[in-house]
T-cell receptor, first 112, second 115 residues
């Protein structure tokens, strides 16, 4: 699986958009970009994923660059409950090797 | 919404005990997974199952076994618990099909302490 690089931490003001960057310069053509988050003492929560087109759901938007070497997760109106560790994962599921490799992630702190 | 339920949030057991961790999902998912999460090591896959009675080893299966007798239930068994198995255990499930395009959905975890 391709590796990802994320900043260690960032913060944003409540109500503003939070833009979380991720670099995955070695991504290959069949690998998807996934975003999960983990709030303290809870299990990881799936947010969104995509291959090469931008994606949007009720939680967030995912913007993938044309060369697919980086992506940005956008939380359009951050709330205090969005404070969490956010993981960017690049993975191609291959049957017996189907697994998610979580790195250190980025800690997002939403301030009042 | 997908619901993955783990039987206990916190569990304390003694060295040498046989420990059962239970996981149930309500979305008719074919795939189920067991991970452990430790500080600095991220999530590591212990076992997964893609069908009833089927199982595959993950990265760290030693000291563990699993059971999948029904589609919705996946059990992790610590045959003889040891202190180095103190960890957060996470269960996940996903649909079959194009597995690269199927997100995994997690339970809230069981924090297991072995004394």
């Amino acid at each position: 699986d391709a590796k990802t690089t994320q900043p260690t931490s960032m913060d944003c003001a409540e109500g503003r958009a939070a833009n979380l960057p991720c670099n995955h310069s070695t991504i290959s053509g069949n690998e998807y970009v996934y975003w999960y988050r983990q709030i303290h003492s809870q299990g990881p929560q799936y947010i969104i994923h995509g291959l090469k087109n931008n994606e949007t759901n009720e939680m967030a938007s995912l913007i993938i660059t044309e060369d697919r070497k980086s992506s940005t997760l956008i939380l359009p109106h951050a709330t205090l409950r969005d404070t969490a560790v956010y993981y960017c994962i690049v993975s191609a599921y291959t049957g017996a090797n189907s697994k998610l490799t979580f790195g250190k992630g980025i800690t997002l702190s939403v301030r009042p | 919404d997908v619901k993955v339920t783990q039987s206990s949030r916190y569990l304390v057991k003694r060295t040498g005990e046989k420990v059962f961790l239970e996981c149930v999902q309500d979305m008719d998912h074919e795939n189920m997974f067991w991970y452990r999460q430790d500080p600095g090591l991220g999530l590591r896959l212990i076992y997964f199952s893609y069908d009833v009675k089927m199982k595959e080893k993950g990265d760290i299966p030693e000291g563990y076994s699993v059971s999948r007798e029904k589609k919705e239930r996946f059990s992790l068994i610590l045959e003889s618990a040891s202190t180095n198995q103190t960890s957060m255990y996470l269960c996940a499930s996903s649909l079959w099909g194009d597995m690269s395009n199927q997100p995994q959905h997690f339970g809230d975890g069981t924090r297991l302490s072995i004394l």
